[in-house]
């Protein structure tokens, strides 16, 4: 089911033949580069499950993404709820993780910008927040080119990565809805 449709993307509810094509992008260790490991298919069945769970719950998710000039599935932009307690949760969550492939096209932008239309005009979320690696250059600077905000003070050391970590420190991102 199309939720959002941009110039060059749509952004829908989740297929089975979305399991391959996200099970590559959770493979490819340019994608995977701030997360803890690599995803196998039984960790990317998992996700899709989730997605699919917050999408039943709440009404929103993580949306399959696809551009609209092949209809090739890209990966995947949304929001949903983290699942872990910290001193901004709990909270409504943006993010994306497309095929190294298609970055630095302006996609992950282009549908996050939807997106935040979305959750604020349509959904009438009061505030959405990012939050990544500290040194995730990319995807910080989609949170910049979508109006996030960053506040030194709000980052954090994320809950579900053991304390040695490189990625344990995460910065923190929020847009509140004007």
Known sequence: MKILETERLILR?????DLQPMLAINQDPKVMEYFPELQDLEATKKLITMINNNFEEYGYTAYATERKDSSEFIGFIGIFTPEFESHFTPTTEIGWRLSSKHWGKGFATEGAK????YAFNVLSIPEIVSFTAQDNRRS???????????????????????????????????????
């Open 140 to 178: 910080k600077r989609v949170m910049d080119k979508i109006g996030l905000q960053h506040n030194r003070a709000d980052d954090f050391d994320h809950p579900k990565l053991s304390h040695n970590s490189p990625l344990k420190r995460h910065v923190l991102y929020r847009l509140a809805k004007i």
């Open 13 to 17: 509810t989740w297929d089975d033949s």
């Open 114 to 117: 939807a997106v935040l239309a």
